[in-house]
């Protein structure tokens, strides 16, 4: 029999998240953003539960190619463009749209031997100091890539580095602003936090990533406590045994967590090898049987420990939300000192998943 660990993923929160971001968005088209094996999420998975967007964008040129051979026309932009001359033999095939943050990503496609000219999207580096062309350059980067022939559309692009914060975007996009307002071209500029807090940033294309998985960009569900979003991840356990402690007995490794007086504890077969954060501290938000309680102890590679005082009726087979529907996964995150991307991201490939439509 299976450990009953399971993650069930609901498109109809993906495609419910989608719409809500285009409510935001106004005019400007949407690249789903699914880099990363679609948040954790699972691309092959999930991908169909976004067919309404007008894109995806993501990093791994694999992943471009799944989504074109499970049958998406639409258009697909990689987010980091190609890392080799040689890749573009690969974007012309699939008809990619590449991001080119590099003199030596222009050369490379003037120098190819393309069927049909690339769209590309020109990153410029407003401030974040990733990739990018320097702000300054950013006309001559377009007059260069619009001289080529092997270029089709080309749009400016740039990514916020604290439009999830008080900082806010307006320095960055001032910035770019005077550096690239009067160059006629289509912009992509808007992160998640972006299409929620910064309207004026919209322009054509937005990128949502995190908010279409129903969390919050800042890690605060209070920022989207207004908007609606569905978590599309639930990761479920159940208690598989149980513990009468006394006061003094201690609980897991390092011996971490010690009874102040007599209760009972409840082991869950979750662990660090599931993707659970192992540094979670005692403490970390969860729920038994609907009921809020919390983590007691170090997290084990296969199992963790919760404190069963709040809920007297738990029992071997308690149904164990680990984050979903009525526990934020950036609530767990918070309490773990991360955020709910990683979470989403380390859900390993030992867990059973489930899709319901």
Not at 70 to 97: C, K, M, N, S, V
Request: charged content about 15%; overall charge negative; aromatic content about 8%.
């Amino acid at each position: 029999m299976p450990r009953p660990i399971a993650a069930q993923l609901h498109l109809s929160a993906l495609r419910h998240n989608l719409s809500l971001v285009r409510r935001h968005a106004g005019t400007a088209k949407i690249w789903s953003v699914v880099k990363a094996n679609a948040y954790g999420h699972g691309l092959a998975r999930i991908w169909q539960g976004l067919d309404a967007t007008d894109g995806f964008a993501l990093l791994d040129l694999n992943e471009a190619v799944l989504l074109r051979e499970q049958g998406w026309q639409g258009p697909i932009l990689l987010l980091e463009g190609f890392f080799q001359p040689q890749d573009l033999a690969l974007l012309d095939h699939y008809r990619l749209t590449t991001t080119v943050h590099s003199d030596w990503q222009l050369e490379a496609i003037n120098a190819a031997r393309l069927t049909a000219p690339l769209n590309i999207y020109l990153k410029l580096n407003s401030g974040m100091n990733r990739l990018g062309f320097p702000i300054g350059q950013a006309e001559a980067v377009w007059q260069w890539a619009k001289s080529l022939s092997n270029v089709g559309d080309v749009t400016l692009m740039s990514h916020f580095a604290n439009a999830d914060n008080t900082i806010g975007a307006g320095e960055q996009f001032a910035r770019i602003q005077q550096a690239s307002g009067h160059i006629p071209a289509a912009r992509c500029f808007a992160n998640s936090a972006a299409i929620l807090r910064h309207p004026e940033t919209h322009y054509d294309w937005v990128r949502p990533g995190i908010i279409l998985y129903g969390a919050s960009p800042s890690g605060d569900v209070a920022d989207i406590a207004d908007m609606g979003l569905r978590p599309v991840m639930h990761l479920h356990s159940e208690i598989i045994a149980i513990q009468a402690l006394s006061a003094g007995h201690h609980v897991g490794y390092g011996s971490r967590y010690s009874a102040s007086s007599a209760h009972r504890i409840g082991v869950v077969a979750c662990g660090y090898a599931d993707g659970y954060p192992r540094l979670a501290p005692s403490g970390t938000p969860i729920l038994v049987d609907g009921i809020m309680t919390h983590t007691v102890g170090s997290i084990s590679m296969d199992m963790l420990t919760v404190d069963l005082t709040p809920c007297p009726q738990a029992q071997l087979g308690s149904k164990v939300e680990i984050w979903g529907e009525n526990l934020p996964i950036d609530n767990v995150a918070a309490a773990a000192g991360t955020v709910g991307y990683e979470l989403m991201c380390a859900l390993a490939s030992r867990v059973p998943v489930n899709v319901c439509a």
